[in-house]
């Protein structure tokens, strides 16, 4: 799985299948997922603001191909806090977690609230998988030194606040420590500190635009 799949299935409830945070959170860190990827598999770099392809040879999946495609294409500078805005959706959500459904690691349950307005919920179908993901982010939680997809999906959850919600009672401090950290070089630290802070100003700036709103209304 990708990392932005693994932040997915942290993100959703497991039996209700329904997002634990807000969509402009979600969103974002699953574009900062595929961004910060690009660079763990060293596709792309960011020196200073700008990020950089390295190599425009395809991994192989189609949402981390598209997006490297995209910035080999660009022509101009581009800093990573403008990649995410661009990469952000809720169709981005959406195709992830058809893929999911598609594996088996989800369902998909369709339904109406109020007999009227349509939603969709994901609980999980197979457990195992984000078993798996929770047992090797819990591993570098208590002391054991992450590896550079472990380490920027720490960096995700500590950066989108999920964090507190997908690993209640664990010091804020540790995910911080390890968002942080230099856990996979210099290169990768730069892409998950850039990927983090690009996460962090889409949050406060829908937080800003929805109270600018409230109070004008």
Known sequence: MTIAEEFLLLAHSE??????????????????????????????????KTVSVVSPAPLGDDELDAVLTRIAEDRKERKPDWWVGRVSSSKLRQRLLTRLADRGVLSEK????????????????????????????????????????????????????????????????RFKEIAEGDWA????????????????????TAATSAATTAGSS
Do not use: C
């Open 185 to 204: 070089g210099a290169a990768v630290a730069k892409a998950i500190a850039a990927v983090n802070a690009a996460i962090m100003a889409a949050v406060t």
């Open 15 to 48: 039996d209700e299948g329904k997002p634990l945070i807000g969509t402009t959170e979600l969103h974002a860190a699953l574009a900062g997922a595929l961004l910060a990827e690009l660079a763990v598999r060293e596709r792309v770099t960011i020196e200073g």
């Open 110 to 173: 369709r339904g109406k609230v109020l007999g009227i307005f349509p939603t969709t919920k994901w609980p999980e179908a197979d457990g195992r998988v984000e078993a798996e993901v929770r047992e090797r982010v819990s591993a570098a939680l208590t002391g054991a030194a992450p590896d550079a997809r472990t380490a920027v999906l720490i960096a995700l959850l500590y950066a989108s606040k999920l964090d507190r919600k997908a690993f209640p009672g664990v010091d804020r401090n």
